[in-house]
């Protein structure tokens, strides 16, 4: 099975700030890629998915974008960071049988 | 509107005291049905798919359960290290990139 990489673990930003979370993808080619953010205690929200290189879906208007500049590598950015952006950003593949296997996550913290 | 509702929201378990998780779906054209399990501040773990009602799947103590409206998780003599977060999603047949519908998840704490 593929394994999902993501860094930073954890992030404090200010507000107004701009955001570059990264994501890799090991073991698998061409991949399904997924963006997600889970509020405390709730389920997980899908933010982007990409089913191949410059190929970015969007599905919740807000003040974050997605690129796949690589067929492995997916990244999430914003140009200015607001208070609601705080969250538990997750990034999963897709994997033979529409299975997701997701990374250890992103705790941002906007101040 | 597809949905998936689970049930209870929270969990309190004895060590040894079994007990099911509950999660309802109301969707067209089901593909799939997977469950998670998450531990805290971590990425969600994949435990099983099911496919189609009826179908079963078992993993140490654990027993997933497929019906046409609900899947149940079955947990047999649990132990304190099953306490976490269970999510499970569904999976429809439309949509190019079969986006997963995930509920809200089932925190299960179970006590030594």
């Known amino acids: 099975s593929q394994t999902i990489h993501q860094w930073p673990a954890t992030l404090v930003q200010p507000v107004g700030s701009p955001l570059s979370l990264e994501c890799t993808v090991e073991?698998?080619?061409?991949?399904?890629l997924y963006w997600y953010r889970q509020a405390a205690g709730r389920g997980l929200q899908l933010l982007f998915y990409?089913?191949?290189?410059?190929?970015i879906s969007s599905e919740v208007p807000q003040n974050l974008s997605a690129s796949r500049p690589q067929d492995r590598q997916f990244i999430l950015s914003s140009k200015k960071l607001l208070l609601s952006d705080s969250g538990f950003y997750l990034c999963?593949?897709?994997?033979?049988?529409?299975?997701?296997?997701f990374g250890p996550g992103t705790r941002l913290t906007v101040t | 509107e597809d949905q998936v509702t689970q049930s209870p929201e929270a969990l309190r378990l004895q060590e040894g005291e079994s007990s099911s998780l509950n999660c309802s779906y109301t969707v067209s054209g089901l593909r799939g049905l997977f469950w998670y399990r998450q531990d805290p501040g971590k990425g969600p773990e994949f435990l099983f798919t099911l496919y189609s009602a009826g179908e079963e799947k078992e993993k140490e103590r654990l027993k997933a359960t497929l019906t046409k409206k609900e899947s149940f998780l079955h947990i047999t003599a649990p132990k304190p290290e099953d306490s976490a977060t269970y999510l499970c999603a569904v999976i429809i047949s439309s949509g190019s990139a079969r986006q997963l519908t995930f509920g809200s998840g089932t925190q299960l704490t179970v006590l030594p």
């Open positions: 999963a593949g897709r994997g033979r049988a529409y299975e997701q296997y």
């Open positions: 073991g698998t080619s061409n991949p399904n």
């Open positions: 990409s089913v191949g290189i410059g190929q």
